[in-house]
């Protein structure tokens, strides 16, 4: 059932991006605001006391890898992973680089996903807007109906890919606890740049705020 919310999110993004206009994305902004504090708190709550049970100063270079790595992946993505396309559209080419850094992205994105805490909430939340703006971005650049949905199925496969390689027990504990702060790392570094992003120009935004506040209270109390 996980995997399959999981798949199915980023298909609302895509149903949602059929309905809506291009010029309304803007008003997504307070949804990536809310999408991006859920997934912040979550990680805070529930991923780093799970990762820092036994405190070790290389559990923080592995967060401080996964913020280098997902840096790193925007200068491919252009910031999609934020809910910012601005990589340079072409109808009659896949876009290989945008797929494959999102694709990393995601598949990391799956690997800390259990039973014991609500990072799957998290991720579908976050899910949601970013596929509805790759796909009002396809639309709008006028790429094929194969292009777009071969794009957003493959991208919509790869996070319960990674929690299905997470399920496998391929990894010894020590490992997967190095690839969980690797992924607090991505977290923390595309939450935060989502909540500093919806603050334009840094002005005060009342409906943000409440977005921001009711978003990490909301994590809290699950």
Do not use: C
């Not at 559990?59 to 999609?80: M, R, V």
């Not at 919509?156 to 990674?162: E, I, K």
């Amino acid at each position: 059932m996980s995997y399959l919310l999981l798949f199915i999110s980023v298909v609302i993004g895509y149903i949602l991006a059929l309905f809506l206009k291009v010029k309304e994305v803007k008003h997504i902004s307070i949804f990536l605001a809310f999408s991006g504090s859920f997934l912040l708190a979550v990680t805070i709550f529930e991923l780093l006391p799970e990762v820092y049970e036994n405190p070790s100063k290389e559990i923080g270079i592995y967060i401080i890898i996964g913020i280098l790595l997902q840096i790193f992946l925007e200068f491919f993505s252009k910031g999609a992973e934020h809910g910012h396309v601005h990589t340079k559209s072409d109808k009659h080419h896949f876009p290989w680089l945008l797929f494959i850094s999102l694709s990393i992205h995601a598949l990391l994105e799956g690997f800390p996903i259990d039973e014991d805490n609500n990072l799957m909430i998290g991720v579908i939340v976050h899910k949601i807007p970013i596929a509805l703006i790759l796909s009002l971005f396809f639309i709008k650049a006028n790429y094929s109906r194969i292009v777009i949905l071969s794009f957003l199925v493959a991208f919509a496969l790869m996070t319960p890919l990674g929690n299905w390689i997470s399920n496998q027990h391929l990894f010894t504990i020590d490992q997967e606890l190095k690839i969980n702060a690797i992924t607090i790392g991505v977290f923390l570094h595309v939450s935060t740049t989502i909540l500093f992003e919806s603050s334009k120009n840094h002005k005060f935004n009342l409906s943000k705020m409440s977005a921001v506040i009711i978003a990490m209270l909301i994590a809290y109390f699950l």
